[in-house]
């Protein structure tokens, strides 16, 4: 057994307590796979990442990401978490971005002061929903199916599927039958009339041991790639996560160029070590 340095980091929030929260172990070589996903599962987060020396050369670090019950080979607080953790500890780009090493390959992390915003990967799959998976959507989500106005396939990693509702209150009054999701992973979005954001948005990921996750990044990135390319948005906004969980997660999306970026504020809550 050996100590390493620990960090939980509370990310997509200015505010320690209001976003989502994510263990790092920094330099894990060493770390057997099993001790991973064991120390994933027993800290008991949406996701915990370990950061290592990268093996692509114009990397500047990797990671590995682990929900409490799998590996994931992307995920968007987990990257930006992970980017803060490695340049609070010392961490230096080779240049202008960072470059983040995953199970999707390279990421690019730009850094705007404080806030980290990640350009999000091509999805795995997109396009329309088939007809009866949008039957168990509404279902599960208690709604008519009239009530989805449109939906689209935003998976980049994680699984997703995002159904669009008629406003934010929608979204906000959601009790979902999480039996009946079975391995569905849903995205809900409802648009916001006024104020400083422009959506609300909820994750619903039964399957990966936390019924919602209060601010998700990968879905972030693959809803900013649907609504934006369907002009469903415009090329920069403002979207709100984890309301209905006492949070106030905050997303600033933005297509620059081809891209689309996906950015938040983190805040280091817990610094420390621990013992694998």
């Keep these: 057994m050996a100590r390493y340095a620990y960090r939980q980091v509370d990310v997509f929030t200015a505010t320690a307590l209001k976003g989502n929260p994510l263990g790092v172990v920094h330099n894990a070589e060493g770390i ?5 996903a064991s120390f994933a599962n027993w800290t008991n987060l ?13 990397a500047d670090y990797r990671v590995r990401i682990y929900t409490v019950a799998r590996e994931l080979p992307f995920a968007g607080h987990p990257t930006l978490g992970s980017c803060h953790a490695w340049l609070e500890a010392g961490g230096k780009p ?6 983040q090493e995953c199970g999707v390959g390279l990421v690019r992390i730009r850094r705007d002061g404080k806030r980290l915003a990640f350009a999000a990967p091509a999805l795995k799959k997109s396009g329309a929903v088939e007809p009866e998976t949008l039957d168990q959507i509404a279902h599960c989500l208690g709604i008519q199916p009239k009530a989805i106005k449109a939906s689209n396939w ?3 990693g994680p699984g997703f599927v995002a159904v669009m509702l008629g406003s934010r209150a929608e979204v906000l009054a959601l009790k979902p039958d999480f039996a009946a999701m079975g391995n569905l992973r849903i995205g809900a979005i409802g648009k916001a009339e006024g104020g400083e954001i422009d959506f609300e948005i909820r994750a619903f990921v039964p399957g990966e041991g936390v019924k919602e996750d209060p601010v998700t990044g990968s ?19 403002v979207a709100a996560q984890g309301t209905a969980l006492g949070r106030a997660g905050r997303i600033y999306v933005e297509k620059i160029g081809s891209d689309v970026w996906v950015g938040g504020d983190s805040v280091t809550v817990i610094e420390g070590s621990t013992t694998l």
């Design 32 to 36: 057997s796979d099993s001790t991973m």
């Design 46 to 58: 949406s996701e915990t990442t370990f950061l290592l020396k990268p093996t692509h050369k114009d």
């Design 94 to 99: 080779k240049g202008e971005e960072v470059v």
């Design 154 to 156: 935003v998976d980049n």
């Design 219 to 237: 879905l972030n990135a693959g809803v900013g790639q649907w609504l934006i390319g369907a002009n469903l948005a415009p090329k920069r906004y």
